[in-house]
């Protein structure tokens, strides 16, 4: 696993694990995942959500992380969203962070700017921004 989010190279589309399912080991997805059961391991996906019925322990890497259930572990990821009934423990690494009233989090949140000691910048034009 990568410091970097990534998506795993491959043609993308949409994956779902069954609710009930129980699954340990290293994860990777070409696009996006659903997670409605328990993982215990690494993921690694272009987006990945954590479902309301979904317990994830382990680390998530991703450009797009959305989380309705639990979380334990390290989340590194582009654009994180904590939904109201997320119940999150340890750290988030993230370049927009959305956390709604009602989501639990036990952690730090640390920014990736601020994480690599780097000024913000603008996507589009690869400029600082002010």
């Known amino acids: 696993m990568t410091d970097e989010p990534r998506a795993p190279s491959g043609s993308g ?3 779902h694990l069954g609710a009930g399912s129980r699954i340990t080991g290293e994860l990777c997805f070409p696009g996006t995942v659903e997670l409605p059961g328990y993982v215990n391991g690494n993921v690694e ?6 479902e309301e019925a979904g317990e994830v322990e382990g680390e998530l890497h991703a450009s797009s992380i959305t989380i309705k259930g639990r979380f334990k572990g390290r989340i590194k990821g582009g654009a994180v969203q904590l939904h109201t009934s997320a119940r999150v ?3 988030i690494t993230y370049d927009s962070l959305s956390i709604e009233s009602g989501a639990q989090v036990e952690g730090e949140c640390i920014p990736r700017a601020s994480s690599q000691g780097q000024a913000p910048t603008d996507h589009e034009s690869g400029s600082d921004v002010e």
């Open 13 to 15: 589309g949409r994956s």
């Open 45 to 50: 996906a272009a987006g990945i959500v954590i």
């Open 89 to 91: 423990v340890g750290d």
